[in-house]
């Protein structure tokens, strides 16, 4: 019995350590579209929540040209001065770019878009607009509201994109993929979180994928574990997860 509650302790323990690490993932995704000589790089974090980021934490990660915010910055309960601190901290990194999750409608929005505003950050609800890398050369980034609150419109979102630059569509939940075969303009990337990973998997199995990398037919889709938790503050084989990406040429030739 003792030996049986020491081994539970013990995972919980190693549950909950899990889910406050900040982890970082450094990827680097080559577009053979990608004109410009220079990289863009961006911080994507998703699924904040409850957590409070820590100012040591982001000074060891790299600045970037945007930090894009992929939902559920705050839910029910959070203080928003939490979340302006968080912003601020953000801020540090670079520009910043926000789309809604699911737990950021069920706050007061008048409040939230408030602080936003306040703190500079850029709300993209079916919204898209062009960053300069250099000379003429640029790259769109496109942010849809939630799915499931039936506020997102890719089709008006991508009306907006008017050249042929690399586009990064951002979307709370990643069925968005779903929503692209028929969009007429050519998507590299979508950056989503809200499943967590799954949060906690027993032997590789979890009610959604662990989070990933992967292409679905010409476009790179990011699934992020999220940093955060939902209901519990534990995980298991889904650590949770930010990641620094670069954007560059193919092969590192301008196209």
């Given amino acids: 019995m003792a030996v ?13 350590k899990r889910a406050f690490e900040n982890n970082v993932n450094y990827t680097k995704i080559e577009l053979d579209h990608y004109k410009s000589e220079r ?11 409850r957590r409070i980021l820590d100012l040591n934490w982001i000074k060891t990660i790299p600045s970037a040209d945007a930090v894009i915010i992929g939902g559920d910055l705050i839910e029910k309960g959070v203080p ?18 926000f789309v809604y999750g699911n737990n950021d409608e069920e706050v007061d929005l008048k409040k939230l878009n408030q602080l936003l ?3 500079n950050v850029t709300i993209l609800e079916n919204k898209a ?16 509201g939630d799915i499931s609150y039936q506020k997102d419109d890719v089709q008006k ?15 709370h939940e990643p069925v968005v993929i779903d929503k692209l075969a028929h969009v007429n303009k050519r998507i590299d990337l979508v950056l989503s979180g809200h499943t967590h990973g799954g949060q906690i998997r027993l032997f590789g199995a979890g009610p959604y994928e662990n ?4 292409k679905v037919n010409s476009t790179y889709q990011l699934i992020s574990n ?29 196209v």
């Fill in 157 to 171: 979102t991508l009306q907006m994109v008017h050249t042929s630059d690399p586009i990064v569509l951002v979307s």
């Fill in 39 to 49: 990289e863009f790089s961006f911080f994507f974090i998703s699924d904040i929540h």
């Fill in 117 to 119: 505003r306040a703190n």
């Fill in 226 to 254: 999220g940093f955060g938790t939902t209901f519990i503050p534990l995980r298991l084989g889904a650590k949770s997860e930010t990641h620094h990406i670069s954007l560059a040429p193919k092969n590192g030739s301008v």
């Fill in 129 to 144: 607009i062009k960053l300069q890398i250099e000379n003429d050369h640029g790259l769109w980034i496109a942010g849809v």
């Fill in 80 to 97: 928003f001065s939490r979340v302006e601190k968080n912003i601020q901290l953000l801020s540090k990194l670079g520009p910043v770019y």
């Fill in 211 to 214: 989070g990933s990398l992967k």
């Fill in 4 to 16: 049986t509650l020491l081994s539970f302790l013990l995972m919980a323990g190693w549950m909950v």
